[in-house]
Nanobody, 126 residues
Framework: QVQLAESGGGLVQAGGSLRLSCAAS????????LAWFRQLPGKEREFAAG????????DYADSVKGRFTISRDNAKNTVSLQLNSLQSEDTAVYYC???????????????????WGQGTQVTVSS
C-alpha cells in the first residue's frame, strides 16, 4: 500500500519561508516521479513543482519559479519543497503526488499521478 504523508505546513508572514516534506512508503521510491500540487481557495488543484526519478529534470510552474525549490532524497524516500518569498497568493493546501516514472519527463497534469498525500495547509498572512 503506497502512502504519502506531507508535513511542514503552517502560518507564515508574507516574505517568509517554509519547508514542506513528503515521506513515502510502500513503493520503490527511486522508480517514481514526484510532484507537489497546490489547491488555492476556490480553485482547481494545480501543478507547482515536479522532479523525475533521478533528479536530473525539475519543472516548476511559472507562478513559483525562482521562489520554490523541489528536491528528493532517494535514500530516505522523501521529497521536499522549499518555499521562499511567500506571498498571500501562495495560500493553499499543498499535496505530494507520485507516479511510476516511465520516461525522464515530469508530467504536470493531475490525472497523470496515481498516488496522493492528504495535503498540508500553507497560510501566508499579508
Amino acid at each position: 500500500q503506497v502512502q504519502l504523508a506531507e508535513s511542514g505546513g503552517g502560518l507564515v508572514q508574507a516574505g517568509g519561508s517554509l519547508r514542506l516534506s513528503c515521506a513515502a512508503s510502500g513503493l520503490t521510491f527511486s522508480n517514481y516521479v514526484l510532484a507537489w500540487f497546490r489547491q488555492l481557495p476556490g480553485k482547481e488543484r494545480e501543478f507547482a513543482a515536479g522532479i523525475n526519478r533521478s533528479g536530473s529534470r525539475i519543472d516548476y510552474a511559472d507562478s513559483v519559479k525562482g521562489r520554490f525549490t523541489i528536491s528528493r532524497d532517494n535514500a530516505k524516500n522523501t521529497v521536499s519543497l522549499q518555499l521562499n518569498s511567500l506571498q498571500s497568493e501562495d495560500t493553499a493546501v499543498y499535496y505530494c503526488a507520485a507516479r511510476l516514472g516511465v520516461t525522464s519527463s515530469v508530467p504536470q497534469a493531475r490525472n497523470q499521478y496515481t498516488w496522493w498525500g492528504q495535503g498540508t495547509q500553507v497560510t501566508v498572512s499579508s
